[in-house]
């Protein structure tokens, strides 16, 4: 019987494709890329396979169980394609959910078709986790507006071809005031440049010097960009969680195979009673990462409340528990993962940044424990409001 809380069997068979694609068709691909840079032989080869379209759908909403789904099954075997995708979907989202008839019908077949890189432009040097206290300034000229200021730790920049740009457009500070706008990237006074970061990923930063953004390229209302910022974050959050479930998936059964053949101290490693207990633990805090990321996703299809105290619990959780089964997986394997190509010390450097982006851990603590007072204060009116019986 399948309950409420494991995948059904077309769900599993999916995966299973899923992870025999990638393994076959995408990590080539992903092998021939230079690292740190956009890899758009591997973007086409995602849209060729459909996957593209799956997570950015031209005619209805895109499913968060779907992206969780894909995004753990990729990570199992390329963690490349993984982000290539992510990333393809996180930069056009806004664009799906907020976007005019004519912004979805000049953008999103270009995007599905991997003709066209697109990037979610939120953080600032002064603006990380914070991100309402960015300073990108829109200002007025004439029906339109004009960009100046600074972006940075942008995924695929500087080479995507079409930007999710949040920018202030009013003087109200804090969340208020901030406007979405989609900005190809050959407007003129646009600039970038790539940053070297732990992890292989392509990472810039753009440079905005009075570029010119007119009313046809606002995503959403004037003003209400945050909203626009949060709601995709709401969607994405509970993905990297997905993502680093498919990581500490991979990091366990590297360290399984490994305990199992390693000769030591008479036996092999899965003999120590310090190993199999070690293990035991990671298997099980995987289960667990892997149900509060499907249960997020599930809230966030059924449009529950309480989605963003959801999907800030499954990225917490399963990415501080991904970055301990990596960690336990490398002491596991010994020197030998520390040897540059080793998976686990590629995985070493690619688990680490996913507690940050997105809202750090810190923050999505801090998104938990107001939904929690949230919930209190309300439980609390309510209940001064019930007449005594």
């Not at 892997?290 to 599930?298: D, E, F, K, S, Y």
């Not at 991904?322 to 490398?330: G, I, L, P, R, T």
Request: glycine letters at 10%.
């Amino acid at each position: 019987m399948t309950t409420p809380f494991a995948l059904d069997a077309g769900q599993r068979a999916w995966c299973a494709e899923l992870r025999e694609l990638a393994a076959r068709r995408l990590r080539p691909l992903a092998d021939r890329g230079a690292p740190g840079r956009v890899n758009r032989l591997l973007i086409r080869e995602l849209a060729e396979l459909g996957l593209l379209a799956r997570v950015l759908p031209l005619h209805s909403s895109v499913g968060a169980m779907d992206l969780c789904l894909l995004r753990e099954s990729l990570a199992q075997e390329c963690t490349e394609a993984e982000t290539a995708l992510a990333l393809q979907a996180l930069g056009s989202h806004p664009v799906v959910r907020y976007g005019t008839d004519a912004q979805r019908s000049r953008w999103l077949p270009e995007v599905v078709a991997g003709r066209v890189v697109a990037a979610f432009a939120l953080s600032e040097p002064g603006a990380g986790s914070d991100a309402a206290a960015l300073s990108l300034r829109a200002e007025p000229d004439g029906a339109g507006w004009r960009l100046t200021g600074d972006k940075c730790w942008i995924s695929n920049a500087p080479e995507a071809d079409l930007y999710t740009v949040f920018a202030r457009t009013g003087p109200a500070p804090g969340a208020r005031g901030i406007t979405a706008f989609l900005v190809p990237a050959d407007r003129p006074g646009l600039t970038g440049r790539p940053l070297e970061m732990l992890a292989p990923h392509p990472v810039g930063a753009l440079a905005f010097d009075a570029v010119p953004v007119g009313p046809d390229d606002v995503l959403g209302e004037v003003g209400e960009g945050f909203r626009v910022a949060m709601g995709t974050l709401d969607l994405f959050r509970p993905s990297v969680g997905a993502f680093a479930v498919g990581m500490a998936r991979a990091a366990l059964g590297a360290a399984v195979a490994h305990a199992g053949r390693r000769q030591a101290f008479g036996g092999p490693l899965k003999d120590l009673q310090a190993v199999s207990h070690r293990l035991a633990d990671m298997a099980t805090r995987i289960e667990a990462a892997a149900l509060l990321v499907h249960a997020a996703a599930a809230a966030y299809d059924a449009g529950e409340p309480g989605v963003a105290g959801r999907s800030a619990m499954a990225k917490l959780f399963a990415t501080e528990t991904a970055q301990e089964v990596v960690d336990a997986a490398v002491q596991i394997h010994g020197a030998r993962a520390l040897e540059r190509g080793h998976l686990l010390e590629h995985l070493y450097r690619e688990v680490r940044a996913p507690r940050i982006y997105e809202g750090a851990s810190e923050v999505q603590r801090t998104i938990i424990a107001r939904e929690l007072y949230r919930r209190h204060d309300g439980a609390g009116k309510r209940v001064k409001e019930e007449p005594c019986r």
